[in-house]
T-cell receptor, first 116, second 110 residues
Framework: EAGVTQFPSHSVIEKGQTVTLRCDPI?????LYWYRRVMGKEIKFLLH????????ESGMPNNRFLAERTGGTYSTLKVQPAELEDSGVYFC??????????????FGPGTRLTVL | DAKTTQPTSMDCAEGRAANLPCNHS???????VYWYRQIHSQGPQYIIH???NNETNEMASLIITEDRKSSTLILPHATLRDTAVYYC???????????FGAGTQVVVTP
């Protein structure tokens, strides 16, 4: 079974540009999460989708960040315009909602974003 | 969700058991204790979780004190590949967000 995949693995952009990160969850997982770790800081939650709906977006830092999950499958996280402080590693995770699973969140390898 | 406290770092000899403590003195009755780890340059990985009883799986054992104010993750036979940052997380909402702290940097040495 394929795990959570993220694209691209690395992205280097200039301040003010736009970047779109993509996450493909494990097939059948209704829950999709975005997290990020900025340099020297702890991993922080950004938002949580249940299917195509935003369940919790309390961690989104500001309106420069836009997450979508059309059709309840893959998700994109767009940063527009990017700022220097957005540099870091963005992780995506997914989990099932069947009530019988151990509620394990499966993480992707992350996208390393560098804003110059 | 309750806050957790973990040592910043610890070393462990290869082949020995690694015992990772976690304090969660403000834990409430419906909160679970979860452990994740992050090996360098990878995404976090689930290890184990529990509510009251001790738990064991193929990766580790989780010992929760009777008052539930602390727990210990045990890696029974540490290998070099167990070198990672280990996170103890307390949460109520099983399908909600994970709140990562600083974790414990574990270094397994030959």
């Amino acid at each position: 079974e394929a795990g959570v995949t993220q694209f691209p693995s690395h992205s280097v952009i200039e301040k003010g540009q736009t970047v779109t990160l993509r996450c493909d969850p494990i097939s059948g997982h209704d829950n999709l999460y975005w997290y990020r770790r900025v340099m020297g800081k702890e991993i922080k939650f950004l938002l949580h989708f249940v299917k195509e709906s935003k369940q919790d977006e309390s961690g989104m830092p500001n309106n420069r960040f836009l997450a979508e999950r059309t059709g309840g499958t893959y998700s994109t996280l767009k940063v527009q315009p990017a700022e220097l402080e957005d540099s870091g590693v963005y992780f995506c995770a997914s989990s099932q909602s069947d009530g019988y699973s151990k509620n394990e969140q499966f993480f992707g390898p992350g996208t390393r974003l560098t804003v110059l | 969700d309750a806050k957790t406290t973990q040592p910043t770092s610890m070393d462990c000899a290869e082949g020995r058991a690694a015992n990772l403590p976690c304090n969660h003195s403000t834990i409430s009755g419906n909160e679970y204790v979860y452990w994740y780890r992050q090996i360098h340059s990878q995404g976090p990985q689930y290890i184990i979780h529990g509510l009251k009883n001790n738990e064991t799986n193929e990766m580790a054992s989780l010992i929760i004190t009777e008052d539930r104010k602390s727990s210990t993750l045990i890696l029974p036979h540490a290998t070099l590949r167990d070198t990672a940052v280990y996170y103890c997380i307390v949460r109520t909402d099983s399908w909600g967000k994970l709140q990562f702290g600083a974790g414990t940097q574990v270094v397994v040495t030959p």
